[in-house]
């Protein structure tokens, strides 16, 4: 079974427009972090935002907020007021116990946006 | 505070020799990651170390593939007798520890190709 889910290939939005990408995991740990990351075509890997597993309050990073449902296991990335360089690859992704240490980020498949003007 | 530098940035080899690809953390971070990269793969990871060793290796593909750190700071990834299918970008990343809440940070990445 897929750890992270990212059921959204491409999504495409309006400039100024909010948008919601998709991202749903699997995990039987108690205690994980989910993470988003953007890559342009650049390629660099920019880290986003954070949520824990066990945050009461969803994250907030200036426009980027994570919708976090734990029951559902879903954590939603939404994008407010967007922007052209906003248009990138989101990658979704996690870290959960594997034995005794936390390790490796498991990723999703990853989300095309493209902004239009 | 740079960030995590790796090079080089490119590298084009031919099939059936070895390459080394070189990773340098933030400083002060403790944990280091490798990934790869690729179209039909997407993203995949291959190793992490906890200052000089490695606690989980896992998702190196092959006996091909080794890596080491040293100091807790410099990492080198080598790929002995490379082959088409190790064309990738190789990603490597650093956390201040292993823990669940640290956010891995990444470099540029190293483009490998295999002709």
């Known amino acids: 079974a897929q750890k992270i889910t990212q059921t959204q290939p491409g999504m495409f939005v309006q400039e100024k427009e909010a948008v919601t990408l998709d991202c749903t995991y699997d995990t039987s740990d108690p205690s994980y972090g989910l993470f988003w990351y953007k890559q342009p075509s650049s390629g660099e890997m920019i880290f986003l935002i954070y949520?824990?597993?066990?945050?009461?309050q969803n994250a907030t990073e200036g426009r980027y907020s994570l919708n976090f449902q734990k029951a559902r296991k879903s954590a939603n990335l939404v994008i407010s007021a967007s922007q052209l360089g906003d248009s990138a690859m989101y990658f979704c992704a996690m870290r959960e116990r594997d034995g005794t240490s936390y390790g490796k980020l498991t990723f999703g498949q990853g989300t095309i946006l493209t902004v239009h003007p | 505070g740079a960030g995590v530098s790796q090079s080089p940035s490119n590298k084009v080899t031919e099939k059936g020799k070895d390459v080394e690809l070189r990773c340098d953390p933030i400083?002060?971070?403790?944990?280091l990651y490798w990934y790869r990269q690729s179209l039909g793969q997407g993203l995949e990871f291959l190793i992490y170390?906890?200052?000089?060793?490695?606690?989980?290796k896992s998702g190196l593909p092959s006996d091909r593939f080794s890596a080491e750190r040293t100091g807790g700071s410099v990492s080198t990834l080598t790929i002995q007798r490379t082959q088409q299918e190790d064309s990738a970008v190789y990603l490597c990343a650093s956390s201040l520890t292993s823990g669940p809440y640290n956010e891995q940070f990444f470099g540029p990445g190293t483009r490998l190709t295999v002709l």
């Open positions: 949520q824990g597993s066990y945050d009461q």
């Open positions: 400083s002060g971070h403790t944990a």
């Open positions: 170390f906890q200052g000089n060793s490695a606690p989980d």
